[in-house]
């Protein structure tokens, strides 16, 4: 998979993409990381790519031609105007970072491990100009329910979060099916018609045995795997409804 990330700051991708398993996978040639510099594509000598927005108010809004002169550069062709609108290649998603945006989950990131390249414009100031978000981007996407300074941020998560799905990025690939977010909300009931629409991961304990007074739960360590399982998915349900309780609903009997 091809990743190629759209920013004014490009010496930020310098660190974030370098370590764990974002490296290894860039390293097996499993993905490409290409960061653009979208100040190459302005015209004035101050290299401006921002103005003020129409109708007033705070801040400054990322302008839309360097943003579109920056993605049709990387595709390779025109995205057209709007008489004649050219969408992306097949295999191909455009997705601009926004706070404005859908909500970037697990489900979300294995659909992207499905494409073949994924374009992402990092948003900066006060936010993009409109017309970026309806007719140049394939998608709009918020990492969580607050604002950052910046697309640079959420745009690493969605590299780390796609990369490790991706086949021989991750050394046991069944550790990915089997975490947090992962698990599909009909599998997981409890009595009284309680359900969760996903689970957080359940508790983990290593050596040693005990450690300041507090010991590892008997039933890891008696080798009955079927208690073992069941254990592990009532600890889940437990933490899912303590820390994130949004994930369990009600249903009827």
């Known amino acids: 998979m091809r990743f190629d990330l759209i920013t004014i700051f490009?010496?930020?991708f310098v660190g974030p993409l370098d370590h764990g398993i974002v490296r290894r996978a860039k390293e097996a040639g499993i993905v490409q990381i290409h960061v653009q510099d979208l100040r190459e594509f302005t015209k004035?000598?101050?290299r401006t790519v921002d103005d003020r927005p129409f109708g007033g108010g705070e801040g400054m809004v990322l302008k839309p031609e360097p943003l579109f002169e920056a993605v049709e550069k990387l595709l390779g062709h025109s995205v057209g105007d709007s008489e004649n609108p050219v969408a992306p290649q097949?295999?191909?998603a455009v997705l601009l970072m926004?706070?404005?945006g859908r909500l970037f989950t697990q489900e979300t990131a294995r659909r992207y491990a499905k494409f073949e390249r994924l374009i992402v414009i990092c948003g900066r100031y006060e936010g993009v100009d409109e017309r970026v978000a309806e007719h140049l981007a394939t998608e709009e996407i918020c990492v969580g329910d607050y604002v950052l300074s910046g697309g640079e941020l959420p745009a690493a998560i969605v590299v780390d979060a796609v990369t490790r799905l991706l086949p021989g990025a991750v050394g046991n690939e069944a550790s990915t099916q089997n975490e947090s977010f992962s698990v599909a909300s009909g599998e997981w009931r409890v009595p009284g018609g309680e359900r969760c629409r996903m689970l957080l991961d359940y508790p983990h304990y290593t050596r040693p045995a005990e450690y300041r007074g507090w010991e590892v739960p008997e039933v890891l360590v008696g080798g009955n795997h079927a208690e073992v399982a069941k254990w592990r998915r009532a600890k889940a349900m437990e933490k899912t409804g303590r820390n994130r309780p949004d994930l369990r609903?009600?249903?009827?009997?």
């Open 98 to 100: 926004s706070a404005a």
């Open 90 to 92: 097949a295999g191909t």
């Open 44 to 46: 004035d000598r101050h």
């Open 10 to 12: 490009p010496e930020f």
């Open 249 to 253: 609903e009600e249903v009827g009997n």
